[in-house]
């Protein structure tokens, strides 16, 4: 077969591809339930209630996997977010099982060695085969097949960004062949390495006439009736057609399109926290305070009584934070200062040398040992183990109008520590800068939360995060 014939294969039969990749998963989990009963077991015959229950998870496997978009065109989409997604959908297969065993009391019935193995094989293979065919494209795209031919509409700042991403990411085999420009901008003959082909109204014709897969409309939102009679001209040809809205300047939150009772909405501020992702959060919270709390228990009683010995006054301390979503919440920490009060509703950070703290409370804030009884909110469902780490309300009232974007920090709950404080940004803010770092870590926190992100996190915070210097 000729290399230009080849170039087009995988977009000619894109659809049957999809499908096959469907079957190898179905395959691959059938396979690796058989393999798991020879290894663990050593017989490579199956008794009919684990083909049955074989059957079940593949059956499980077809509903699952589609929900969560595992077949989604990943052209472009980062690698990580898809074996998240692979996980995700895979462990969710295997929770069902369990439970469905659990329901019709025949969870004796099988053997656990053999399910942790069979698990573990399907969810390798499921990753593996994912990594392999992303090598195989890029390999194949490397020398001009499956490519994407495509054009830009706009050649202004916006047209540019666009075609500076792409250009960086060969990966993607989007090919560029160049833009159309506005008619009523300035005239242009070349946007970087790429032409100007015409204005606008040379696109319709051009599509007609040249291999084009694809048309991307860098327009400003305001250029409505532009992109409306340009979709209108466009409307004989069978190009595929995106719209790159002018968003570079947003500071957006989780950004996305999705469909409400058929309205295509562009969500540009979302929490993360929603759906399985807020069930998934809640579990991690919930055990691992549990957890936590059981383990350092002794070590508790110890700290309530060096509190109560070190001042008079209750061996916690409580204060009204903004949770999520900015509702108030109290939140629980050992007591590290001698009792005062502060007029006029203000919060005096602690300072370096601070008199209001007791020696025993500044080996306690040194430590973070006084952050201790928040494992308590964590399981009251009022904070999460990681997070934007709480304000008090009169700096929230302050900050919110000297940070641009600051309470966006409240679109996930509060956290016991964050991706700000390991890297540096923790105990007192004395400069607008300061709290200007911590609030810019928090959000690329709140963009980018993943379960991984979030053991990742802690296990920093184990490390390193406990001690600093800028903790008084």
Same mark, same amino acid.
């Given at each position: 077969?000729?290399?230009?014939?080849?170039?087009?294969?995988?977009?000619?039969?894109?659809?049957?591809? $999809?499908?096959?990749?469907?079957?190898?998963?179905?395959?691959? %989990?059938?396979l690796t339930g058989w393999l798991a009963h020879w290894i663990y077991l050593g017989r490579p015959s199956l008794p009919g209630f684990y083909e049955a229950a074989i059957l079940v998870g593949v059956l499980l496997a077809a509903l699952v996997f589609p929900r969560f978009h595992v077949y989604r065109a990943w052209r472009g989409a980062s690698l990580i977010e898809e074996l998240r997604l692979i996980t995700l $959908?895979?462990?969710?297969?295997?929770?069902?099982?369990?439970?469905?065993?659990?329901?019709?009391?025949?969870?004796?019935?099988?053997?656990?060695?053999?399910?942790?193995?069979?698990?573990?094989?399907?969810?390798?293979?499921?990753?593996?085969?994912?990594?392999?065919?992303?090598?195989?494209?890029?390999?194949?795209? *490397?020398?001009?097949?499956?490519?994407?031919?495509?054009?830009?509409?706009?050649?202004?700042?916006?047209?540019?960004?666009? *075609?500076?991403? %792409?250009?960086?990411?060969?990966?993607?085999?989007?090919?560029?062949?160049?833009?159309?420009?506005?008619?009523?901008?300035?005239?242009?003959?070349?946007?970087?390495?790429?032409?100007?082909?015409?204005?606008?109204?040379?696109?319709?014709?051009?599509?007609?006439?040249?291999?084009?897969?694809?048309?991307?409309?860098?327009?400003?939102?305001?250029?409505?009736?532009?992109?409306?009679?340009?979709?209108?001209?466009?409307? =004989?040809?069978?190009?595929?057609?995106?719209?790159?809205?002018?968003?570079?300047?947003?500071?957006?939150?989780?950004?996305?399109? #999705? @469909?409400?009772?058929?309205?295509?909405?562009?969500?540009?501020?979302?929490?993360?926290?929603?759906?399985?992702?807020?069930? %998934? /959060?809640?579990?991690? @919270?919930?055990?691992?305070?549990?957890?936590?709390?059981?383990?350092?228990?002794?070590?508790?009683?110890? %700290?309530?009584?060096?509190?109560?010995? &070190?001042?008079?006054?209750?061996?916690?301390?409580?204060?009204?934070?903004?949770?999520?979503?900015?509702?108030?919440?109290?939140?629980? /920490?050992?007591?590290?200062?001698?009792? =005062?009060?502060?007029?006029?509703?203000?919060?005096?950070?602690?300072?370096?040398?601070?008199?209001?703290?007791?020696?025993?409370?500044?080996?306690?804030?040194?430590?973070?040992?006084?952050?201790?009884?928040?494992?308590?909110?964590?399981?009251?469902?009022?904070?999460?183990?990681?997070?934007?780490?709480? =304000?008090?309300?009169?700096?929230?009232?302050?900050?919110?109008?000297?940070?641009? =974007?600051?309470?966006?920090?409240?679109?996930?709950?509060?956290?016991?520590?964050?991706?700000?404080?390991?890297?540096?940004?923790?105990?007192?803010?004395? #400069?607008?800068?300061?709290?200007?770092?911590?609030?810019?870590?928090?959000?690329?926190?709140?963009?980018?939360? &993943?379960?991984?992100?979030?053991?990742?996190?802690?296990?920093?915070?184990?490390?390193?995060?406990?001690?600093?210097?800028?903790?008084?």
């Amino acid at each position: 077969m000729a290399t230009g014939s080849l170039r087009g294969v995988l977009k000619e039969y894109s659809s049957t591809l $999809s499908v096959l990749l469907h079957v190898c998963d179905w395959v691959w %989990i059938a396979l690796t339930g058989w393999l798991a009963h020879w290894i663990y077991l050593g017989r490579p015959s199956l008794p009919g209630f684990y083909e049955a229950a074989i059957l079940v998870g593949v059956l499980l496997a077809a509903l699952v996997f589609p929900r969560f978009h595992v077949y989604r065109a990943w052209r472009g989409a980062s690698l990580i977010e898809e074996l998240r997604l692979i996980t995700l $959908s895979w462990a969710t297969v295997v929770a069902a099982l369990v439970f469905i065993a659990f329901v019709i009391k025949m969870g004796e019935t099988y053997s656990r060695g053999w399910a942790l193995i069979w698990a573990a094989l399907a969810w390798f293979g499921l990753i593996a085969s994912r990594i392999l065919l992303r090598r195989l494209l890029k390999w194949m795209r *490397a020398r001009g097949f499956n490519q994407r031919r495509i054009v830009i509409v706009g050649a202004d700042e916006l047209g540019r960004e666009v *075609a500076a991403r %792409i250009s960086a990411a060969p990966w993607t085999g989007l090919q560029i062949a160049g833009f159309f420009s506005d008619p009523d901008g300035p005239p242009e003959t070349g946007v970087g390495p790429y032409p100007v082909i015409g204005s606008i109204g040379d696109l319709p014709a051009y599509v007609e006439r040249e291999p084009v897969d694809q048309v991307w409309l860098a327009l400003p939102l305001k250029e409505e009736e532009k992109v409306r009679d340009l979709l209108y001209a466009l409307r =004989h040809a069978t190009v595929d057609i995106r719209f790159v809205p002018d968003l570079f300047g947003l500071r957006l939150i989780n950004h996305s399109v #999705t @469909d409400v009772a058929g309205l295509p909405v562009m969500n540009l501020s979302m929490s993360p926290m929603e759906g399985f992702n807020r069930l %998934i /959060k809640g579990l991690e @919270d919930r055990i691992l305070a549990l957890l936590i709390l059981v383990l350092v228990s002794p070590l508790l009683v110890v %700290i309530a009584v060096g509190v109560k010995l &070190s001042s008079p006054g209750p061996v916690l301390f409580t204060q009204t934070r903004h949770g999520w979503d900015g509702r108030e919440i109290r939140i629980y /920490k050992f007591r590290t200062m001698v009792e =005062h009060r502060e007029e006029d509703g203000r919060v005096t950070q602690a300072r370096r040398d601070d008199a209001r703290v007791t020696p025993f409370g500044a080996f306690l804030r040194r430590t973070s040992l006084d952050e201790l009884p928040q494992f308590v909110n964590v399981l009251q469902g009022r904070i999460s183990i990681v997070g934007p780490r709480p =304000h008090a309300l009169a700096h929230n009232e302050f900050y919110k109008e000297q940070v641009d =974007h600051y309470m966006k920090r409240h679109k996930v709950k509060p956290g016991i520590t964050g991706w700000a404080q390991i890297n540096g940004y923790r105990g007192e803010t004395d #400069t607008l800068e300061k709290m200007q770092k911590r609030v810019e870590h928090d959000l690329y926190y709140i963009e980018n939360w &993943s379960i991984w992100f979030d053991l990742k996190i802690i296990l920093l915070t184990v490390f390193k995060g406990f001690m600093g210097r800028d903790v008084y």
